[in-house]
Protein backbone atom coordinates (compact mmCIF):
# COMPACT_ATOMS: atom_id res chain seq x y z
CA UNK A 1 0.00 0.00 0.00
CA UNK A 2 1.01 3.63 -0.68
CA UNK A 3 2.28 5.61 2.12
CA UNK A 4 3.17 9.25 2.73
CA UNK A 5 5.32 10.30 6.10
CA UNK A 6 5.63 13.77 7.39
CA UNK A 7 7.90 13.34 10.73
CA UNK A 8 7.90 16.83 11.02
CA UNK A 9 4.55 17.91 13.27
CA UNK A 10 5.64 21.31 13.80
CA UNK A 11 8.38 23.87 12.12
CA UNK A 12 9.68 27.17 13.09
CA UNK A 13 11.04 29.69 10.48
CA UNK A 14 12.29 32.85 10.72
CA UNK A 15 10.94 35.65 7.95
CA UNK A 16 12.85 36.24 4.76
CA UNK A 17 14.51 32.78 5.85
CA UNK A 18 14.48 29.04 3.91
CA UNK A 19 12.73 26.13 5.68
CA UNK A 20 12.26 22.93 4.22
CA UNK A 21 9.53 20.75 4.49
CA UNK A 22 10.16 16.80 4.67
CA UNK A 23 8.27 14.38 2.80
CA UNK A 24 8.96 10.40 2.47
CA UNK A 25 6.77 8.24 0.51
CA UNK A 26 6.58 4.21 -0.61
CA UNK A 27 5.29 2.95 -3.06
CA UNK A 28 5.74 0.03 -5.84
CA UNK A 29 4.14 2.19 -8.83
CA UNK A 30 6.73 2.98 -11.55
CA UNK A 31 4.53 6.22 -12.65
CA UNK A 32 3.10 8.17 -9.79
CA UNK A 33 2.23 12.29 -8.57
CA UNK A 34 3.86 13.86 -5.84
CA UNK A 35 1.66 17.21 -4.41
CA UNK A 36 2.30 19.92 -1.42
CA UNK A 37 -0.79 21.69 -0.52
CA UNK A 38 -0.95 24.60 1.70
CA UNK A 39 -3.91 24.91 4.48
CA UNK A 40 -4.31 28.22 6.12
CA UNK A 41 -6.72 28.09 9.32
CA UNK A 42 -9.27 29.39 6.84
CA UNK A 43 -9.64 25.71 5.65
CA UNK A 44 -8.86 25.99 2.13
CA UNK A 45 -6.50 23.46 0.61
CA UNK A 46 -4.21 25.41 -2.10
CA UNK A 47 -2.29 23.31 -4.49
CA UNK A 48 1.55 24.33 -4.36
CA UNK A 49 3.76 21.95 -6.63
CA UNK A 50 3.46 19.23 -8.47
CA UNK A 51 6.34 16.87 -9.55
CA UNK A 52 5.97 13.61 -11.75
CA UNK A 53 7.85 10.38 -11.10
CA UNK A 54 9.33 10.72 -14.89
CA UNK A 55 10.21 14.44 -14.09
CA UNK A 56 14.28 14.56 -14.65
CA UNK A 57 14.01 18.38 -13.46
CA UNK A 58 13.00 19.14 -9.63
CA UNK A 59 10.13 21.16 -9.35
CA UNK A 60 9.70 24.87 -9.29
CA UNK A 61 6.46 27.56 -8.31
CA UNK A 62 7.66 31.13 -7.19
CA UNK A 63 9.17 30.76 -3.86
CA UNK A 64 8.38 27.07 -3.60
CA UNK A 65 10.47 24.22 -5.17
CA UNK A 66 10.46 20.84 -4.78
CA UNK A 67 13.63 18.14 -3.52
CA UNK A 68 12.75 15.32 -5.34
CA UNK A 69 14.72 12.29 -4.58
CA UNK A 70 13.82 9.32 -6.32
CA UNK A 71 16.34 6.99 -5.10
CA UNK A 72 15.64 7.76 -1.48
CA UNK A 73 12.03 8.38 -2.25
CA UNK A 74 11.76 11.71 -0.70
CA UNK A 75 9.97 15.03 -1.97
CA UNK A 76 10.78 17.79 0.46
CA UNK A 77 9.08 20.85 -0.24
CA UNK A 78 11.39 23.97 0.66
CA UNK A 79 10.23 27.42 0.83
CA UNK A 80 12.49 30.55 0.15
CA UNK A 81 12.78 33.91 1.40
CA UNK A 82 9.59 33.29 4.04
CA UNK A 83 6.93 35.34 4.74
CA UNK A 84 4.54 36.16 7.57
CA UNK A 85 1.61 34.50 4.94
CA UNK A 86 3.73 31.48 4.81
CA UNK A 87 2.12 30.31 8.41
CA UNK A 88 -0.09 27.50 7.73
CA UNK A 89 -0.45 23.54 7.87
CA UNK A 90 1.75 21.39 4.59
CA UNK A 91 0.30 18.44 3.15
CA UNK A 92 2.34 16.66 1.14
CA UNK A 93 0.12 14.02 -0.78
CA UNK A 94 0.57 11.20 -3.71
CA UNK A 95 -1.19 10.10 -6.27
CA UNK A 96 -2.42 6.40 -6.64
CA UNK A 97 -2.03 4.87 -9.81
CA UNK A 98 -2.64 5.36 -12.99
CA UNK A 99 -4.38 8.64 -14.28
CA UNK A 100 -7.72 8.30 -14.95
CA UNK A 101 -10.81 10.72 -15.07
CA UNK A 102 -10.21 10.36 -11.29
CA UNK A 103 -7.30 9.46 -8.80
CA UNK A 104 -7.32 8.80 -5.48
CA UNK A 105 -5.00 11.54 -3.59
CA UNK A 106 -3.25 10.29 -0.30
CA UNK A 107 -1.91 12.34 2.58
CA UNK A 108 0.94 12.45 4.78
CA UNK A 109 -0.22 13.90 8.53
CA UNK A 110 0.90 17.42 7.99
CA UNK A 111 3.54 19.97 8.96
CA UNK A 112 2.21 23.23 10.65
CA UNK A 113 4.40 25.88 9.91
CA UNK A 114 4.87 29.18 12.34
CA UNK A 115 6.82 32.17 10.45
CA UNK A 116 8.05 34.60 13.18
CA UNK A 117 8.50 37.92 12.02
CA UNK B 1 -14.15 30.53 -13.23
CA UNK B 2 -11.27 29.03 -11.55
CA UNK B 3 -12.31 27.51 -8.12
CA UNK B 4 -14.93 25.40 -6.39
CA UNK B 5 -17.53 26.81 -4.02
CA UNK B 6 -19.32 24.96 -1.13
CA UNK B 7 -22.16 25.85 0.90
CA UNK B 8 -22.56 26.29 3.95
CA UNK B 9 -19.50 27.29 5.14
CA UNK B 10 -20.39 26.24 8.27
CA UNK B 11 -23.34 24.28 9.56
CA UNK B 12 -24.50 22.87 12.99
CA UNK B 13 -27.23 19.91 13.06
CA UNK B 14 -28.63 17.66 15.64
CA UNK B 15 -28.35 13.97 15.47
CA UNK B 16 -32.26 13.67 13.81
CA UNK B 17 -31.88 16.36 10.99
CA UNK B 18 -31.27 15.86 7.67
CA UNK B 19 -29.22 18.12 5.97
CA UNK B 20 -26.95 18.89 2.81
CA UNK B 21 -24.05 19.91 2.05
CA UNK B 22 -23.39 21.45 -2.37
CA UNK B 23 -20.42 21.73 -4.20
CA UNK B 24 -20.06 23.47 -7.44
CA UNK B 25 -17.40 23.79 -10.04
CA UNK B 26 -17.71 25.49 -13.44
CA UNK B 27 -14.41 24.38 -14.73
CA UNK B 28 -15.04 21.30 -16.78
CA UNK B 29 -13.86 19.00 -14.39
CA UNK B 30 -15.28 15.53 -14.91
CA UNK B 31 -14.20 13.87 -11.66
CA UNK B 32 -15.25 15.00 -8.03
CA UNK B 33 -14.56 14.20 -4.50
CA UNK B 34 -15.53 14.07 -1.04
CA UNK B 35 -12.88 14.58 1.42
CA UNK B 36 -13.66 14.44 5.14
CA UNK B 37 -11.01 16.01 7.37
CA UNK B 38 -10.50 16.07 11.39
CA UNK B 39 -9.27 18.35 13.45
CA UNK B 40 -5.08 18.45 13.18
CA UNK B 41 -5.35 15.48 10.88
CA UNK B 42 -5.33 15.26 7.24
CA UNK B 43 -8.37 14.97 4.95
CA UNK B 44 -9.50 11.52 3.95
CA UNK B 45 -10.82 10.77 1.12
CA UNK B 46 -14.67 9.28 0.95
CA UNK B 47 -16.36 9.20 -2.05
CA UNK B 48 -15.04 10.10 -5.97
CA UNK B 49 -17.31 10.99 -8.79
CA UNK B 50 -16.18 10.12 -12.53
CA UNK B 51 -18.25 11.48 -15.00
CA UNK B 52 -21.57 11.79 -12.77
CA UNK B 53 -20.94 8.08 -11.86
CA UNK B 54 -20.13 6.61 -8.13
CA UNK B 55 -16.60 5.47 -8.65
CA UNK B 56 -15.28 4.73 -5.56
CA UNK B 57 -16.98 4.77 -1.56
CA UNK B 58 -14.31 4.27 0.69
CA UNK B 59 -16.65 2.17 2.78
CA UNK B 60 -18.22 5.46 4.36
CA UNK B 61 -21.41 4.82 6.42
CA UNK B 62 -24.94 5.04 4.87
CA UNK B 63 -25.75 8.04 6.95
CA UNK B 64 -23.65 9.64 4.19
CA UNK B 65 -25.24 9.71 0.95
CA UNK B 66 -23.50 11.62 -2.39
CA UNK B 67 -25.16 12.34 -5.26
CA UNK B 68 -24.17 13.94 -8.42
CA UNK B 69 -27.59 15.55 -10.18
CA UNK B 70 -24.56 16.83 -13.08
CA UNK B 71 -21.11 17.09 -14.29
CA UNK B 72 -20.83 20.65 -11.98
CA UNK B 73 -22.78 19.86 -8.87
CA UNK B 74 -22.00 17.36 -5.78
CA UNK B 75 -23.76 17.13 -2.74
CA UNK B 76 -23.56 15.09 -0.02
CA UNK B 77 -27.05 14.41 2.02
CA UNK B 78 -26.33 13.51 5.92
CA UNK B 79 -29.10 12.05 8.40
CA UNK B 80 -28.86 10.67 11.75
CA UNK B 81 -25.64 11.62 11.64
CA UNK B 82 -23.57 11.15 15.19
CA UNK B 83 -21.35 13.95 17.21
CA UNK B 84 -17.94 11.94 15.76
CA UNK B 85 -18.94 13.33 12.65
CA UNK B 86 -18.02 16.56 13.06
CA UNK B 87 -15.48 17.52 10.91
CA UNK B 88 -14.60 19.71 7.96
CA UNK B 89 -16.04 18.71 4.60
CA UNK B 90 -13.91 19.20 1.45
CA UNK B 91 -14.80 19.20 -1.45
CA UNK B 92 -12.47 18.69 -4.41
CA UNK B 93 -12.71 18.26 -8.38
CA UNK B 94 -9.99 17.49 -11.19
CA UNK B 95 -9.09 16.78 -14.94
CA UNK B 96 -7.83 13.56 -15.12
CA UNK B 97 -5.36 14.80 -18.03
CA UNK B 98 -3.97 17.23 -16.06
CA UNK B 99 -2.90 15.56 -12.82
CA UNK B 100 -0.24 17.72 -12.51
CA UNK B 101 -2.57 20.24 -11.26
CA UNK B 102 -4.06 18.33 -8.32
CA UNK B 103 -7.24 18.77 -7.19
CA UNK B 104 -8.70 22.00 -7.13
CA UNK B 105 -10.58 22.38 -3.84
CA UNK B 106 -13.32 23.93 -1.81
CA UNK B 107 -13.14 26.10 1.13
CA UNK B 108 -14.97 23.33 2.68
CA UNK B 109 -18.13 23.02 5.40
CA UNK B 110 -17.47 23.06 8.78
CA UNK B 111 -20.00 20.60 10.38
CA UNK B 112 -20.94 20.22 14.16
CA UNK B 113 -22.78 17.57 14.93
CA UNK B 114 -25.30 18.01 18.49
Known amino acids: AQKITQTQPGMFVQEKEAVTLDCTYDTSDQSYGLFWYKQPSSGEMIFLIYQGSYDEQNATEGRYSLNFQKARKSANLVISASQLGDSAMYFC??????????????FGSGTRLLVRP | DTEVTQTPKHLVMGMTNKKSLKCEQHMGHRAMYWYKQKAKKPPELMFVYSYEKLSINESVPSRFSPECPNSSLLNLHLHALQPEDSALYLC?????????????FGSGTRLTVV
Open chain 2, 92 to 104: ASSQGNLANYGYT
Open chain 1, 93 to 106: AMREGRVDSSYKLI
